[in-house]
Nanobody, 123 residues
Framework: QVQLQESGPGLVKPSQTLSLTCTVS??????????WSWIRQPPGKGLEWMGA???????NYSPSLKSRTSISRDTSKNQFTLHLSSVTPEDTAVYYC???????????????WGQGTQVTVSS
């Protein structure tokens, strides 16, 4: 059973870069045809797909966040990391890492989820 666990700071100041890491156990992030994503949920709003890194290392980002988002991976540690630059209070959300075996931007298609981590952007 694949398990995901987010880690990172719970408080980030405006204009800084938010970095979160997802550690995967029970499966390899290089497993064929799996996509490893970051999805967030701002308070009172729905889930927002941010981007993904594929089993081969290719990345894809939400058009609305593309200019500020990057996702990288460390296969030796079985981890992938989100970097979101120039954050504002509007980036306050619960951030989830998730996995699916299809190339999709729909949160409904994701099979495996981390528990989520609250990130607040505030000075």
């Amino acid at each position: 059973q694949v398990q995901l666990q987010e880690s990172g700071p719970g408080l980030v100041k405006p204009s800084q870069t938010l970095s979160l890491t997802c550690t995967v156990s029970g499966g390899s992030i290089k497993t064929n045809y799996y996509y490893w994503s970051w999805i967030r949920q701002p308070p009172g709003k729905g889930l927002e797909w941010m981007g993904a890194i594929s089993y081969s290392g290719n990345t894809n980002y939400s058009p609305s966040l593309k200019s500020r988002t990057s996702i990288s991976r460390d296969t030796s540690k079985n981890q992938f990391t989100l970097h979101l630059s120039s954050v504002t209070p509007e980036d306050t959300a619960v951030y989830y890492c998730a996995a699916t075996n299809m190339a999709t931007m729909s949160a409904d298609e994701y099979d495996y989820w981390g528990q989520g981590t609250q990130v607040t952007v505030s000075s």
